[in-house]
């Protein structure tokens, strides 16, 4: 089965930090873009940060500067560091995969993680 899964959400404070991380199942060879969208109740889903193969970052205006997208391009795996949490970062985050490749050599242009609730609330 070809997924992606998160972990590392939960509640903190504000001011706090959270480490969010998204593995791909083992029979995916590669993935172009990987980035983290996030959905808040009552809103449309939206694009946190990205970040392509050869390292290209995206971010979006609102998390500069307090978010940091990684990746392991040998492992299929991505990380978002989030520094200096707000209420507003409330959210349910998910992983998203873009142009998918895998071993059997079965092409995907985009996957998603189930999500992992993120709250930040004192």
């Known amino acids: 089965q070809v997924q992606l899964v998160e972990s590392g959400g939960g509640l903190v404070q504000p001011g706090g930090s959270l480490r969010l991380s998204c593995a791909a199942s083992a029979n995916i060879f590669s993935i172009d873009i990987m980035s983290w969208y996030r959905q808040a109740p009552g809103t449309q889903r939206e694009l946190v940060a990205a970040?392509?193969?050869?390292?290209?970052?995206n971010y979006a205006d609102s998390v500069k500067g307090r978010f940091t997208i990684s990746r392991d391009n040998a492992k299929n795996t991505v990380t978002l560091q989030m520094n200096s949490l707000k209420p507003e970062d409330t959210a349910v985050y998910y992983c998203?995969?873009?142009?998918?490749?895998?071993?059997?050599?079965?092409?995907?242009?985009?996957?998603w993680g189930q999500g992992t609730l993120v709250t930040v609330s004192s």
């Open positions: 998203n995969g873009n142009k998918i490749a895998t071993m059997q050599g079965y092409n995907y242009l985009e996957l």
């Open positions: 970040m392509t193969r050869d390292s290209r970052i």
